[in-house]
């Protein structure tokens, strides 16, 4: 029982170290290549790849793989069937090899009859494969997607694709579709002139259509030349973007580029940092050039098809076996091994020089990655990388490729266009002026001055570029005359200008021709007018918002109404008051009236008040009637100074949409005009349909001339502009100014040529110098310092609302006159008062006059002295006494009577004190 299990255990262990030692594959496998005597470089890559597959020890450890490499002429085709046929007659288990179109036809249908799998690096745009033909080069349907792709990312609305061949276009089917789905794009085929390596003629005709970018579909070869025919012509300008279609770009030679920074741009399918590429240059060191390199994509795609089929050689070694064998031409007969060996390249997964490699059922190569280079002065760089789920995924931040720009921008000298226009360029005021010679020696800011000459000043110390002003010839702008654009942006489009900068408003017909930063002034539409001139000031202008009946029917209600409360206090017998000495007193007196009344009028009250009804009533009557009286005077005031201020015929747009006398206009090519022709508000359509029909002309021919017509018709003409111009206009000529508000809002902003590198760097400069304040500084230093600025406001012409001195002289005269009608009541009560005293003390009124005018003006005299009514109360009770002294004096000295007197002599006869003389009786 031993006995046979031990044998069946032998026999068991000896079959499996026999097929352990047998291969399924046989032990040497042949390759076929077929190349032309262009494609040595195609060749040599097909060997190394041989080579490698030999040396590597962990595929095929069992056979040997031989290469059998026929040649034949690039230009026939029937050389290079006849030569295949030699090669596979022993037997070949795969050919690789031709790249030209005709070649490679005769290859696939002899592949297809004989079942020999077909390893192709080339592209061919089919979406149905021969059945026994393989490609490992990138469908070009999805390189045609990635073009798209990246079109769409960068936002591109117009471009030129410029091919070789026919067969580019088929390359680009995915990019021509694209305006289909991306609206707005334009597409411009151009074809490289044939037979020709002069390509001047095409690329001046490029140049005159302001197109900056190019796809370039060609050679390899030839893209050099074509890119240093552009750069004689200045199309490699900061401004063009060129898309190459190789996926060489990053091989080819740019030293003469290093100082340009046109974007190139492409993308690389062998990535060089990658690990499997590493290991190849380690063993095969790489000594070529362009198509001579062991990198290029052509060559590379040979390695990694020779490579792709040892890898499904050796997957089917470890489950089936394969035979080789003979095969003709002309007997056809099938190698009957081709469909297995075919199945199990399909299922390869394989990481090679071109990256990872896998086929879709119907064998092409999908799902690869590609890298987007950019030119970095002299070389490309990584900036991107496309796949075709994702598409384009930038591997740069938004902060890094702004920051690119900005280096870009150091190494730069930026041409800057701009025109005269008060106070954004202005010339230089010379004192003593300089002569013609001197100018012209002297630089652009040497000789000009302005507001957007200190904002490009300070611009560049924030964005750290340099910079030379020019003056556009003709001073235009730029607007789209007979299809073609004048003036700033015809010079930006043309690339002989990188910015322009003056009071350049921004539209959307402009946005289509140039970019624009964001605005560092905001403004609009204003209409300039000539003020009304006011007539002489009337110093009694505070009457007037009351007629003179008014007043003097006022004036006569104040005096009855004072003699009515004076007369109804008197007769009531409830205004008398008892003084306790059988007397009443009335405070009603006439002054008391009247001075009750104008102290009620004027809203300042009075020490007495009415005590009965009747005089009450009057005083509320009265108190309501200088209610209403002073309310509507201060209302009337106020709404006579704002019509005073607002004389003008008309005071917006509107009024101006109603009225023929008053004309109207706008320069006649500016964004202004514009404005009024694309607008949709009937307002302003009315308003453009009148400055249209007019008979003379209403437009002007710049803002200077506008400002002129208006202050020359004299209120007869308004002048539709800018209101940062007007704002600057009105600040030194004090007879104009500005009729309502804004027609709309708009801003100025710095031109740059269309999609320049520069926008974003640019328009962060002039964001940080708004946040900054630079902005707000430089435009008060320019409309209200320099230049006579603020010279209305000092001559008070800025007054707005304010009344003048002249307007309110009347007040003050009549403040004057009552300060000077109580000073000579005060002296008048004074001298009586004093006169009087001085006659009764026998002193000289002048004197006390003196006396009391030194008290009054002696700071240190205070504020008491001898009561004067006290003063006048002694001296009458000094003259009393001395009268009565007199009188007691006098009957004294007459006791006993005078002599002869009839008196004396009646008082004789009743006393018998007195004696009597001549007696007779």
């Given at each position: 029982m031993m006995t046979v299990s031990l044998r069946m255990f032998l026999v068991a262990w000896g079959t499996i170290a026999c097929l352990q030692s047998v291969s399924s594959l046989p032990e040497v496998i042949k390759l076929a290549g077929l190349f032309d005597t262009n494609s040595a470089s195609q060749e040599a890559s097909f060997l190394r790849a041989v080579d490698a597959v030999n040396d590597d020890r962990t595929i095929l450890?069992?056979?040997?793989?031989?290469?059998?490499?026929?040649?034949?002429?690039?230009?026939?085709?029937?050389?290079?069937?006849?030569?295949?046929?030699?090669?596979?007659?022993?037997?070949?288990?795969?050919?690789?090899?031709?790249?030209?179109?005709?070649?490679?036809?005769h290859v696939q249908a002899l592949s297809d009859t004989l079942h020999v799998p077909f390893m192709q690096s080339k592209y061919a745009y089919i979406f149905k494969r021969a059945d026994f033909s393989i490609s490992v080069h990138p469908h070009p349907s999805l390189l045609s997607k990635a073009f798209a792709d990246f079109v769409r990312k960068s936002n591109w609305r117009s471009l030129i694709v410029l091919y070789e061949t026919e067969?580019?276009?088929?390359?680009?089917?995915?990019?021509?579709?694209?305006?289909?789905?991306?609206?707005?794009?334009?597409?411009?085929?151009?074809?490289?002139?044939?037979?020709?390596?002069?390509?001047?003629?095409?690329?001046?005709?490029?140049?005159?259509?302001?197109?900056?970018?190019?796809?370039?579909?060609?050679?390899?070869?030839?893209?050099?030349?074509?890119?240093?025919?552009?750069?004689?012509?200045?199309?490699?300008?900061?401004?063009?973007?060129?898309?190459?279609?190789?996926?060489?770009?990053?091989?080819?030679?740019?030293?003469?580029?290093?100082?340009?920074?046109?974007?190139?741009?492409?993308?690389?399918?062998?990535?060089?940092?990658s690990s499997a590429v590493h290991q190849y240059l380690k063993k095969f060191p790489n000594a070529g050039e362009g198509k001579e390199n062991y990198l290029f994509t052509e060559n590379a795609l040979v390695h990694d098809a020779v490579r792709v089929y040892a890898k499904a050689l050796n997957d089917l070694d470890s489950l089936q076996e394969m035979e080789i064998q003979p095969l003709s031409c002309d007997a056809g007969a099938a190698w009957e091994d081709g469909e297995k060996v075919l199945?199990?390249?399909?299922?390869?997964?394989?990481?090679?020089?071109?990256?990872?490699i896998k086929f879709d059922s119907e064998g092409f190569r999908t799902k690869f990655p590609l890298d987007l280079m950019e030119k970095v002065r002299n070389r490309l760089k990584k900036t991107a990388v496309w796949t075709e789920a994702g598409g384009v995924n930038y591997t740069l931040t938004a902060t890094e490729m702004i920051g690119q720009a900005v280096m870009k921008l150091q190494n730069k000298t930026l041409r800057i266009t701009t025109t005269g226009?008060?106070?954004?360029?202005?010339?230089?005021?010379?004192?003593?002026?300089?002569?013609?010679?001197?100018?012209?020696?002297?630089?652009?800011?040497?000789?000009?001055?302005?507001?957007?000459?200190?904002?490009?000043?300070?611009?560049?110390?924030?964005?750290?570029?340099?910079?030379?002003?020019?003056?556009?010839?003709?001073?235009?702008?730029?607007?789209?005359?007979?299809?073609?654009?004048?003036?700033?942006?015809?010079?930006?489009?043309a690339q002989k200008a990188d910015l322009a900068v003056?009071?350049?408003?921004?539209?959307?017909?402009?946005?289509?021709?140039?970019?624009?930063?964001?605005?560092?002034?905001?403004?609009?539409?204003?209409?300039?007018?000539?003020?009304?001139?006011?007539?002489?000031?009337?110093?009694?202008?505070?009457?007037?918002?009351?007629?003179?009946?008014?007043?003097?029917?006022?004036?006569?209600?104040?005096?009855?109404?004072?003699?009515?409360?004076?007369?109804?206090?008197?007769?009531?017998?409830?205004?008398?008051?008892?003084?306790?000495?059988?007397?009443?007193?009335?405070?009603?007196?006439?002054?008391?009236?009247?001075?009750?009344?104008?102290?009620?009028?004027?809203?300042?009250?009075?020490?007495?008040?009415?005590?009965?009804?009747?005089?009450?009533?009057?005083?509320?009557?009265?108190?309501?009637?200088t209610l209403i009286m002073m309310s509507s005077y201060t209302a009337n005031l106020a709404a006579f100074l704002t019509a005073s201020k607002m004389s003008s015929p008309v005071n917006s747009a509107e009024d101006l949409s109603k009225q023929t006398k008053i004309k109207f206009g706008t320069y006649c090519c500016g964004s202004t005009n514009s404005f009024f022709r694309g607008s949709t508000i009937p307002t302003y359509q009315k308003l453009n349909a009148f400055m249209e029909s007019a008979k003379p002309s209403v437009y002007t021919s710049g803002n200077s001339a506008g400002i002129d017509r208006v202050r020359k018709e004299d209120g007869l003409y308004a002048f539709f502009m800018e209101a940062a111009a007007i704002e600057y206009h009105i600040e030194r000529k004090c007879d104009l100014k500005q009729l309502g508000g804004l027609l709309d809002s708009k801003g100025y902003g710095i031109a740059l040529p269309k999609d320049s590198p520069y926008t974003q760097a640019i328009s962060q400069g002039v964001i940080r110098l708004i946040e900054k304040g630079v902005v707000t500084r430089l435009k008060k230093k320019?409309?209200?310092?320099?230049?006579?600025?603020?010279?209305?406001?000092?001559?008070?012409?800025?007054?707005?609302?304010?009344?003048?001195?002249?307007?309110?002289?009347?007040?003050?005269?009549?403040?004057?006159?009552?300060?000077?009608?109580?000073?000579?009541?005060?002296?008048?009560?004074?001298?009586?008062?004093?006169?009087?005293?001085?006659?009764?003390?026998?002193?000289?009124?002048?004197?006390?006059?003196?006396?009391e005018l030194k008290f009054a003006i002696n700071p240190f005299a205070g504020d008491t002295k001898a009561n004067p009514m006290a003063c006048d109360s002694q001296s009458a009770s000094r003259a009393s006494s001395k009268a009565m002294l007199s009188k007691s004096t006098a009957e004294s000295l007459h006791k006993y009577g005078q002599i002869g007197d009839e008196l004396s002599l009646t008082k004789a006869r009743k006393d018998s004190v007195y004696e009597r003389f001549n007696d007779q009786s």
């Open positions: 450890t069992k056979s040997l793989v031989s290469a059998d490499v026929g040649r034949y002429p690039a230009d026939d085709s029937f050389k290079a069937s006849k030569k295949l046929c030699e090669i596979i007659q022993p037997g070949v288990s795969a050919v690789f090899g031709p790249t030209t179109e005709a070649a490679c036809h067969d580019g276009l088929v390359k680009l089917q995915e990019l021509l579709k694209l305006p289909k789905t991306f609206h707005g794009l334009k597409i411009t085929l151009r074809q490289l002139t044939p037979d020709t390596l002069d390509y001047r003629p095409l690329l001046k005709e490029i140049k005159k259509s302001e197109e900056t970018r190019i796809v370039l579909d060609c050679d390899y070869d030839k893209i050099a030349l074509i890119l240093a025919q552009a750069d004689e012509l200045s199309l490699l300008t900061d401004y063009h973007n060129y898309l190459v279609t190789s996926l060489d770009v990053d091989k080819i030679n740019l030293d003469a580029y290093v100082h340009h920074n046109v974007n190139i741009t492409g993308f690389r399918l062998i990535d060089p940092d199945g199990y390249i399909k299922e390869v997964e394989y990481v090679g020089l071109s990256g990872e226009n008060d106070p954004y360029v202005m010339k230089k005021i010379f004192d003593p002026p300089v002569s013609p010679e001197a100018l012209q020696r002297m630089s652009f800011e040497e000789k000009y001055e302005g507001f957007c000459v200190d904002l490009i000043k300070e611009l560049s110390k924030e964005v750290k570029f340099k910079y030379k002003f020019y003056l556009v010839e003709g001073g235009g702008y730029g607007s789209f005359k007979n299809g073609r654009w004048t003036g700033m942006i015809a010079d930006l489009r003056i009071d350049m408003s921004i539209t959307s017909i402009r946005q289509t021709a140039v970019d624009f930063t964001m605005p560092y002034m905001s403004t609009g539409v204003g209409i300039l007018y000539k003020k009304k001139i006011p007539p002489p000031p009337n110093p009694f202008s505070f009457l007037q918002p009351l007629s003179i009946e008014v007043w003097i029917y006022t004036t006569t209600a104040y005096l009855g109404v004072s003699i009515v409360l004076f007369l109804l206090a008197r007769i009531s017998p409830y205004e008398w008051e008892d003084d306790g000495e059988g007397s009443a007193t009335n405070q009603w007196t006439i002054s008391n009236a009247l001075w009750f009344g104008i102290g009620s009028f004027l809203c300042q009250g009075c020490d007495i008040l009415p005590k009965t009804i009747s005089t009450r009533t009057v005083a509320i009557m009265w108190w309501f009637f320019w409309w209200e310092e320099q230049r006579g600025g603020g010279s209305c406001k000092s001559l008070g012409g800025g007054g707005g609302d304010q009344m003048s001195v002249a307007a309110l002289a009347g007040l003050y005269m009549m403040l004057i006159g009552g300060m000077v009608i109580a000073t000579m009541i005060a002296i008048c009560e004074f001298t009586w008062r004093k006169r009087k005293l001085a006659v009764d003390e026998n002193t000289s009124v002048w004197l006390e006059m003196w006396e």
